[in-house]
């Protein structure tokens, strides 16, 4: 019987935050941008990096102010990964990287990133949004580049237009188009917020399939 956070695979372990660390990131992310979007520098159109660097910030402050009523949790500066164990240059930058101290403390060799949260605008059912969200977004975790030993992953859409349905609409209109309407983004399971979607996709190297928990920001 699998343990609550790991699996022999390929010489590397699975990495299962379980659906309590789940939802604490996805209520970090949220209360993060509550912090992140007030500053000046956050608007519509702002560039993707510098939102992220915020939204990062805003999170930080809230998981330390949190700390004790939260399961503990660090929220990491971007971080070069490796897709697979014999890659030997990192092939991907981390948006942002969580890390859960007490699962590397009780296991001492599982990887210090235990969820990684990839950021992406989106500008409402916009189809060349949507196509970006999907390609450039989804399918990473589809591909191994992340999250290749991870359970889950995360992905926060910063609304430039819009609400949640809008883009959620569009995203599931392209993935249609590309006839993987078995990937279509549905009401999500950890939460019932209305800002929280859930996908599940297949990897391409044919292991367990990735469920990505979704995030919707708006500005205000």
Known sequence: MRSTIQRQVQAKEWIDI???????ILNVIYRGWEVAWKRDRVQKGTHENELNECLRRGMQEVSKNAANTLPKMIVLEGTQTCSAPDVRTPDG????????????ESTRNLASIHAIIECKRINGAARTWCRRYVLEGIDRFKSGKYGRRHYYGFMAAYLDSGDANAAVGGINKFLDEQ???DEQLG?????????V???????????KPIEIHHVFLSFG
């Open 18 to 24: 379980e659906p309590r660390r789940t939802a604490t």
């Open 93 to 104: 930058l981390t948006d942002i990287p969580i890390c859960f101290p007490n699962l590397y």
């Open 179 to 181: 006839q993987r309407e």
């Open 187 to 195: 009401p999500g399971t950890v939460s019932d917020a209305e800002w």
């Open 197 to 207: 979607r859930r996908s599940q996709h297949r990897r391409e190297s044919g292991d």
